[in-house]
């Protein structure tokens, strides 16, 4: 009968709950436990059938469905005391809801229930539930609505969650969307490898490259191709880079002109070279963008910024290649003659702009795309075969032509040099090359035609007058005898009249200036200097450091590098600066001689210029030493009333750059906090007030934004601690003072936003003995570090900051090898036996109850 049926039912059902709940009841992932999950998610769905909308409304009326039953079940259970129970119930709801068919009937109410739930299932303190719980709720999100619940707590997750395979879970399904995209893009930036790898696989995969923006798409293509793991590259070049093109039906060119090539070549030279590297035949894929003719050149005007710069990437990548990419560069360019020709022709079409011409925003941007391609086409230059002795002097005169060329831009005197050098092998002959095409920049010769002086010319025509009138004075008379017949006086008129005719011829055939002459006048406009500077830049940049200093570069200091750092225009001062400190660095007598120069332009300058001084003072430190300082006066930076020590140039030095670690110019702050790491790292400086005072900059909320600040401390700080032992006492040194600081930090400081529990563990981190490349005998730092702490509480027990020195105990690797220390620990616990009455007890070592106490947690933490 039904009765008899529905009780078989309903007992079937209590005995399969009872069956289920052992399995329900493992939190561990056992096979045979895995199995039955999977077993009963099969079962339940083996119910559902195909239904028609006739069967559908039928079955809305039953409720006693399996399924329903089920769910019913895992609903009234997901907030069990059990975490092993709570991540069944959720792995049980992800797996139904997952393995029903698009069209399946679940009751509404169930399915709000189940919504409702996995929301407060997302926030359990254990991993394993928020994962399930998270991809259960995979199905009832609507990612057209920005209020979606479920969307919400996905990009809560995405952002908040201290596990990364929670991140990894709702990473996996998400559904992209306007307001979700930049939670999904963020994750590339994420500290775990598999969660940043994933993110672009979900780019890749779920997300068009219309829906990025242009920033987005370089900032992908840099932060991914230069990722720090392997896995995340190989992500980007075999899934994101090919998922693009297919978008673009590979069409290669497309794919650049979405990323801006002019404002990013380098970032876009790193995409065409990892998807070279994927090709299975080079051939066809190189001669895909560059469209070479039968000159094997682009056609002059068929040149556009993303043709070119895939002409130059593909050639770079073949001639990377050595012996292996020979012939294959052969049919991508021409012969460096032919090549030659074509470079200059271009560069000499360039049009050279006046400050009125480039206020028009469209002549400035043509201008620009032709600089840019120009660019582009003299990088190629060094993928051409100069061993030949005639292409290579064609080349050289060609290089050399456009360094004099007046309307060649500024932008690309740089690589000009870079390339020129590149080709002469001879240090002296580049000097000497470079100095030439400077004298005859900055001193050309030019023709004199307008030099007449006026007063001359003046005196000229007044003295011409005067002849012409005595002539025809003496002319008149001469008619006058011949008329009386005075032949006499005639004979002596004639020959006066001849006398001054041949003045008069003389004095118009002399010339009126030395217009047929030619000299040398010296231009110091701004933008010869700029180009001069840059020249000599380059030159200095590429001489053996070991060289020293020629009187070819000694006259170019004196006539050309001093003189411009007084200029007045500041990007000629800049230049100087730049010169000049690398300049320096050839010589010790030179920056014995200017480094004072050098640091009062780090104190008195604009700011890009005391930037380019202290980058010169910086390397100087680097490359001789503080030594370098011990030469100069003690009141190289003029302080007062000090002792005798504080008054030394390298006191006076270090007091200077720790005050520009407080300035409010970014790029002055960011540039001596490298500085300094780097003169720490290399042992010029051995500081713990510094280093304090980096850790410090490094944690304060106003350097947040500082992205390179960051970068450059938190991987200094990592590898300093590691190098050495003595790095490692630095590091303990500065532990007290900065606490110490954070601790009395006045609640207007941004220093008090700081988390000092965070700071006080990554001294722990950083003091490891275990952390150290090279381990070292003797006592650990972490002992004496220990020592300082006890000391510190005991200076005030009451202190608030107590508690924190007292967690910073437990947390130390405390030495177990025989000492002073050990004994003095056993001793201590033996009178405090003692004190207590058990005299009878035997020592034993030192339990920390932090240590002992049980972790509720400790399954959570081992996922972590």
């Not at 005050?659 to 300094?676: K, P, V």
Request: hydrophobic share 40%; aromatic share 4%.
């Amino acid at each position: 009968s039904f009765s008899d049926l529905l009780e078989d039912k309903l007992e079937f059902h209590e005995e399969f709950l009872r069956c289920l709940k052992y399995a329900m009841i493992v939190y561990t992932r056992e096979p045979a436990v895995e199995n039955v999950i999977d077993f009963v998610v099969k079962f339940a769905v083996s119910f559902e059938t195909p239904m028609n909308e006739e069967e559908e409304e039928e079955s809305e009326e039953d409720d006693g469905s399996f399924l329903n039953f089920l769910l019913n079940f895992l609903l009234e259970s997901h907030t069990a005391n059990s975490h092993a129970v709570r991540f069944r119930v959720c792995q049980l709801i992800n797996k139904l809801l997952g393995s029903l068919s698009e069209n399946a009937q679940v009751d509404d109410e169930i399915c709000e229930r189940i919504h409702e739930a996995m929301l407060i299932r997302v926030t359990d303190k254990y991993p394993n539930v928020r994962i399930q719980a998270a991809l259960a709720m995979a199905r009832l999100q609507d990612p057209n609505d920005p209020e979606c619940p479920t969307i919400k707590a996905y990009m809560l997750l995405l952002e908040n969650d201290s596990n990364a395979e929670v991140r990894r879970a709702v990473l996996s399904c998400i559904a992209p969307a306007a307001f979700t995209l930049p939670k999904i893009y963020k994750r590339t930036r994420d500290v775990k490898e598999k969660v940043r790898k994933l993110s672009y696989q979900v780019l890749a995969e779920k997300v068009h490259i219309r829906a990025l923006t242009i920033a987005q798409r370089v900032s992908l293509l840099q932060h991914g191709l230069n990722d720090s793991a392997e896995s995340v590259k190989e992500v980007v070049k075999v899934f994101l880079l090919p998922a693009w093109l297919r978008l673009l039906q590979n069409d290669i060119l497309q794919l650049l002109h979405r990323l801006d090539v002019e404002n990013c070549a380098e970032t876009a030279v790193l995409a065409l070279h990892a998807l070279f590297s994927t090709a299975t035949t080079l051939d066809d894929l190189l001669q895909n963008g560059a469209k070479l003719d039968e000159r094997k050149l682009i056609p002059v005007d068929a040149l556009t910024c993303e043709n070119v710069l895939y002409w130059r990437a593909a050639c770079e990548f073949v001639k990377a290649k050595g012996d292996e990419g020979e012939e294959l560069l052969e049919k991508l360019l021409p012969e460096p003659a032919i090549f030659a020709e074509y470079l200059y022709s271009y560069l000499k079409s360039v049009p050279l702009l006046s400050e009125e011409q480039r206020a028009d925003m469209t002549q400035l941007e043509l201008v620009m795309t032709k600089e840019f391609i120009g660019q582009q086409l003299i990088l190629l230059v060094g993928c051409l075969d100069t061993t030949e002795e005639g292409g290579r002097r064609r080349v050289l005169a060609v290089l050399k032509e456009m360094l004099l060329l007046p309307n060649t831009p500024l932008s690309l005197i740089g690589q000009l040099v870079q390339k020129l050098v590149g080709i002469l092998h001879d240090d002296q002959q580049r000097i000497t090359v470079m100095a030439e095409i400077i004298s005859d920049l900055r001193e050309p010769i030019v023709p004199i035609t307008e030099c007449v002086d006026e007063n001359e010319k003046r005196k000229k025509q007044v003295k011409l007058a005067e002849l012409k009138v005595c002539i025809m004075e003496c002319k008149q008379e001469l008619e006058d005898c011949i008329s009386r017949e005075d032949f006499a006086r005639a004979a002596e008129l004639k020959e006066s009249i001849a006398q001054l005719e041949e003045r008069r011829r003389q004095l118009e055939l002399q010339p009126e200036s030395d217009h047929n002459k030619e000299q040398r006048i010296e231009k110091n406009d701004p933008e010869t200097l700029l180009k001069c500077l840059t020249m000599c830049a380059e030159v200095l940049k590429q001489m053996n450091i070991s060289r020293g200093i020629c009187p070819t570069i000694t006259a170019l200091i004196e006539t050309l590098i001093l003189p411009s750092v007084s200029n007045s225009n500041s990007a000629v001062r800049n230049m100087a600066v730049v010169c000049l400190g690398t300049a320096a660095l050839h010589s010790r007598d030179l920056a014995n001689t200017h480094l004072v120069l050098l640091l009062q332009i780090t104190q008195l300058d604009e700011p890009k210029i005391r930037i380019s001084a202290l980058k010169a003072l910086i390397d100087q430190l680097l490359f001789n030493g503080l030594k370098i300082l011990q030469d100069k006066p003690s009141d190289l930076l003029n302080s007062d009333g000090q002792s005798e020590e504080e008054e030394s140039p390298v006191h006076n030095i270090l007091k200077m750059l720790s005050e520009f670690l407080d300035s409010e110019i970014c790029e002055l702050r960011t540039e001596t906090a490298e500085g300094l790491a780097k003169l720490m790292y290399c042992g010029r400086i051995v500081s713990a007030k510094l280093l304090s005072r980096l850790v410090l900059l490094w944690y304060n909320p106003v350097t947040e934004e500082d992205q390179r600040l960051r970068h450059c401390l938190g991987v200094f700080l990592q590898l300093y601690a590691r190098e050495s032992r003595a790095h490692q006492e630095c590091v303990e040194e500065s532990f007290l003072p900065t606490m110490r600081t954070l601790f009395n930090a006045p609640a207007t400081s941004p220093l008090s936003e700081i988390d000092t529990s965070n700071v006080a563990e990554l001294f722990i981190e950083l003091t490891r003995p275990s952390a150290l490349v090279q381990s070292s005998q003797g006592v650990c730092v972490h002992d004496s570090l220990a020592v300082r702490v006890c000391n510190e509480i005991l200076r005030d027990i009451d202190a608030p900051e107590v508690r924190l020195y007292c967690k910073t105990l437990s947390s130390l690797e405390i030495s177990t090898e025989p000492g002073p220390h050990i004994t003095v620990c056993l001793a201590v616990e033996k009178v405090l036996n003692q004190l207590k009455g058990s005299q009878q007890s035997k020592p034993s070592a030192p339990q920390d109850p932090v240590l002992t106490a049980v972790d509720e947690n400790s399954s959570c933490n081992s996922e972590e």
